[in-house]
C-alpha cells in the first residue's frame, strides 16, 4: 500500500484532535503550486524552509556567544533545531498537528540577523525613519520575496498557515506584528506552541552555554527556585560547580519539567473551555498554552536570571557592542557607496522599487557573524585583500 498524499491526510483526519490544523483544509499558498504525491503541504513547507540558504545560513549566526568565541556554542541553527524538538514533541502530546508545528518552529529565526538581539536592535536603529528592522517581519519578507529558488515565483510559497505562525511568533523578547494576517484572532495552537518551545529550548540551552563558558557561577544559581527542586530531585548539590554529566542532567530535566507542565496545563484549559474547533480556538482573547499558575513565577525567576546575569554580563556586552559597531560601519559605508556592494546587490538596486537603505539592510540582516567580521575587514583594513 502506498501512503499517498490523500492517505497521509485521511490519516490527519482520523488521529488529530478536532481543534488541531489539517493539511488538507490550508487556505493555501499565494501562487498556484501542484501538491507532490507523497508529501502534506505543510510537509513540502517544512522541507523548503529546510533547504533554504537563509536556513543554512543560521549556522553561523549568534545565539547567544559570537561564533569568534568558541565553535561549541549553540547557534541560531542548533537553537532552531530544539526548538522545532520540542514543539513536536508538546505537538504529539496535544494532538496537533506536528508537521506544521516543525514548519513553524524551524522558520521563527530565519530573519535574525547577525549577533543575536543586539543584530537586530542594531538594524532596527539604523532603520529606524525607514520602517524599522523586526526579526519576525523580516523572516516573513525572506520567505515571500527574497529566497530565490523558482521560476514562477519570489520566496519559497509557503502556505497561509505557515506564514501566519511566523507574522504571529511571540515570546518575551519577540512582540508580533500580524498586520494582513488575522491579527485580532489568536494563532493556530501549532503557533502558539511554536511560541514555548522558543522559551523552553533557549531558557534551558542559554543556561547550559552559560554554565560551561563560565560566564554563570552555579553558587547562584540556588536563587532560583526551580533549579533547586530539580538538583533536590537528582540529589545534586545546587551549591557545588558541576560536572559535565551533571549539567546535562538537570538542563534536560529542566525541560522535561516545562514541557509536561505546558502540556498538562494547556490540555486542561482546552477541555475546561471546550474548545473543540480550529476557529473557537482562534476566537479565544488569550493563547491558550501556557505554563500553570504554579510554574509561571518559576519559569520567570530563572529567565529574570538569564538577563540579569547572562544577557548583561561584561563579556557579552563587550560582544553586542563590537556587533553594534561592525555592523553600523557595513550600513553606512555601502549607503554612502554603493558602489562598492556586489554584483548580486547591484542588481537589486537596478529592478527594484525598494530603496537603497532597505536593500543594505536585506543583505546585512542575511550576513552569518562569519561574514559580517570577514566584510568589515576586508572595508575597513588596508591589509585585508578586498
Partial sequence: MLYNREYLEELEDRALAPYAVRSRDSRGRVYPDHEPAYRTAFQR??????????????????????????????????????????GRTIARALGVNEDLTEAICLSHDLGHPAFGHSGEQTLHALMQDRG?????????????????????????????????GMVKHETEYDVSDARGYEPDLACSLEGQIANVADELAYTAHDLDDGLRSGLLNPRELPAVPIWNELAEQLEIDPCADLDKIDRHRLVRSLIGWGVTDVVQCTSQRLAAERIDS?????????????????????????????????????????????????????FEAYTQEPGQLPDSVQDRLDGSTDPLERIVCDYIAGMTDRFALDDYARLFDPTVRV
Fill in 132 to 164: 524599522g528592522f523586526d526579526h519576525n517581519r523580516h523572516s516573513l519578507r525572506i520567505v515571500e520575496r527574497l529566497e530565490e529558488r523558482y521560476p514562477g515565483w519570489p520566496g519559497l510559497n509557503l502556505t497561509w498557515e505557515v506564514r501566519e
Fill in 278 to 330: 480550529v476557529q473557537k480556538l482562534r476566537e479565544r482573547a488569550e493563547p491558550v498554552i501556557g505554563f500553570s499558575e504554579a510554574a509561571a513565577p518559576k519559569h520567570g525567576a530563572l529567565k529574570l536570571f538569564l538577563y540579569q546575569a547572562l544577557y548583561r554580563h561584561w563579556r557579552v556586552m563587550r560582544m553586542a557592542s563590537k556587533a553594534q559597531r561592525v555592523l553600523q560601519a557595513l
Fill in 45 to 86: 513547507d517544512r522541507d523548503r524552509i529546510i533547504h533554504s540558504t537563509a536556513f543554512r545560513r543560521l549556522e553561523y549566526k549568534t545565539q547567544v556567544f559570537v561564533i569568534s568565541e568558541g565553535d561549541y556554542y549553540r547557534t541560531r541553527l542548533t537553537h532552531t533545531l530544539e526548538v522545532a524538538q520540542i
